[in-house]
């Protein structure tokens, strides 16, 4: 069995790879061409797919791996690097979701309270992936060391750029951690296959007003790959039944 880890950009991937136990030991990864000109990298026990940014290329690329090799995957995880909603996530912390959330999937609505309606209010699906594994990663990642948030993670299309949309989405989501662009696809395209889920990523920038001279993403892709180093890789792979 291994873990598939689905990336949006190839420097998130590689910082994934890093991290595997072993790795600086081990020769290069075994590169499997996909349909669609992507590259499965595998350094067992993870498998990664740097897919592209947002929901739709994550969920196509997911998919695509998923069918070529899904029979073996314990374990889908959606991972890179992401936006914390402060206080509830710090910079370069790692995140944990306790659930992947479709923030804005859904419709403007004056009748609706703070003038959206998510599909799910609409009646045409859900906006909402339930997670494996939360207590058990968590833990490992505080036992290593890590600075770790667990909560809802969410994925959005367009990132948070201002103060009023962040408002906006932690009023309807008070709870969230983070923000990213690929986990819900990742999510969709698992659930037809069986295949639990998971979204692990590290802080980079504040969801907020854009000041990208705050960000720190070299730190954020340091953390990513403490985070693979620490995980508890047999109990992901050969779950308790």
């Known amino acids: 069995m291994r873990l598939l880890v689905v990336t949006a950009v190839p420097v998130e991937a590689d910082a994934v790879l890093r991290g ?4 600086e030991e081990d020769a290069a990864p075994v590169e499997v061409p996909l349909p669609g000109g992507r590259t499965l990298r595998r350094r067992w026990p993870v498998d990664v797919l740097a897919a592209g940014v947002g929901p739709a290329a994550a ?3 997911t998919a695509t791996a998923l069918a070529v090799g899904g029979d073996g995957y314990a374990l889908a995880v959606s991972s890179g690097i992401a936006g914390g909603f ?10 944990v979701a306790d659930g992947i959330v479709a923030a804005d ?8 309270p703070g003038g959206f309606a998510d599909v799910a209010a ?5 906006i909402r992936h339930e997670t494996a594994h939360v207590a058990l990663i968590t833990g490992a990642l505080r036992a290593a060391g890590l600075p770790v ?21 932690t009023g309807r989501h008070p709870e969230a951690v983070a923000e990213a662009m690929e986990g819900f696809g990742v999510a969709e395209a698992a659930a037809p296959f069986g295949i639990p889920v998971q979204e692990l990523r590290t802080v980079s920038n504040a969801v907020g007003p854009r000041d990208r ?22 109990a992901l792979l050969h779950p308790k039944a």
């Open 86 to 95: 402060a206080p509830r996530a710090a910079m370069g912390a790692a995140v």
């Open 122 to 126: 609409l009646g045409f699906g859900r």
């Open 20 to 23: 595997v136990p072993g790795a």
């Open 149 to 169: 948030s667990a909560g809802p993670v969410l994925t959005v299309s367009t990132t948070t750029g201002t103060a009023a949309r962040a408002a906006e989405l």
């Open 59 to 61: 969920a196509a690329a």
């Open 213 to 234: 001279s705050s960000w720190v993403i070299g730190d954020a892709l340091a953390a990513l790959e403490r985070v693979y180093a620490a995980l508890p890789y047999p």
């Open 105 to 112: 999937l859904g419709a403007e609505a004056p009748e609706a």
